[in-house]
């Protein structure tokens, strides 16, 4: 069946500090997968995507991730932390009329 | 331009009750989507459209549950006789063409709360 872990429910990092949120995947083609964050009171926004090529992916806000096939992840990365990054994120594989999310990693940022 | 746009932001009612929740979803986008967040979980699908037809409804609970696109546009999501576990946050998206690759934009959601 397919289906997304985010093992991380919550993390919390010291602003400045580099970022690393995990993903893993179940699906039996090659996955399109995407990750959004979704911040208080608002909508889901994407942050980057990857669909085939190069497995590192750059998104906006300088956030990028690696696609790894071995493992079955999707790593979403941030070398630099800043407080208005804290917020909801969540990785989701795309299938051909959905997309299947994970349960969400809560980021909370200390100054 | 405009993104997905979802009224009312905010809905409360009592158990048994029913209601409308609106989708404007980019303009020319052909596909249009709901699903449901419940508190601390990820978006669970309900269902797809292309164009005016539903072409994935699995993810509706079960038959209180229906929605409508009648002009390929805005769609409704409609819930009967409410439950207090109906309580959550749907959204909608859109995307251009539908797909598996095709980047879904959201709207911010409506929150729906069954007392």
């Known amino acids: 069946a397919q289906s997304v872990t985010q093992p991380d429910i919550h993390i919390t990092v010291s602003e400045g500090a580099s970022l690393e949120l995990r993903c893993n995947y179940s699906?039996?083609?090659?996955?399109?997968l995407f990750w959004y964050v979704q911040s208080p009171g608002q909508g889901l926004q994407l942050l980057l995507k990857?669909?085939?090529?190069?497995?590192l992916v750059q998104g906006i806000k300088g956030f990028e991730a690696e696609f790894k096939r071995s493992q079955s992840s999707f790593n979403l990365r941030k070398p630099s932390v800043h407080w208005s990054d804290a917020a909801e994120y969540f990785c989701?594989?795309?299938?051909?009329?959905?997309?299947?999310f994970g349960t969400g990693t809560r980021l909370q940022v200390f100054p | 331009g405009a993104g997905v746009s979802q009224t009312p932001s905010n809905k409360v009612t009592e158990k048994g009750k029913y209601v409308e929740l609106r989708c404007d979803p980019i303009?020319?986008?052909?596909?249009l989507y709901w699903y449901r967040q419940s508190l601390g979980q990820g978006p669970e699908f309900l269902i797809y459209?292309?164009?005016?037809?539903?072409?994935?409804d699995s993810g509706l609970p079960n038959d209180r549950f229906f929605a409508v696109r009648p002009e390929g546009s805005v769609s409704t999501l409609k819930i009967q006789r409410t439950e207090r576990g109906d309580s959550a946050v749907y959204l909608c998206?859109?995307?251009?063409?539908?797909?598996?690759?095709?980047?879904?934009?959201f709207g911010p959601g409506t929150r729906l709360t069954v007392l």
């Open positions: 998206a859109s995307s251009s063409l539908g797909g598996e690759g095709d980047t879904q934009y």
């Open positions: 699906y039996g083609a090659t996955p399109y």
């Open positions: 990857y669909f085939s090529g190069d497995t």
């Open positions: 989701a594989v795309g299938t051909t009329d959905k997309l299947i």
């Open positions: 303009s020319g986008h052909t596909a």
């Open positions: 459209f292309q164009g005016t037809g539903a072409a994935d």
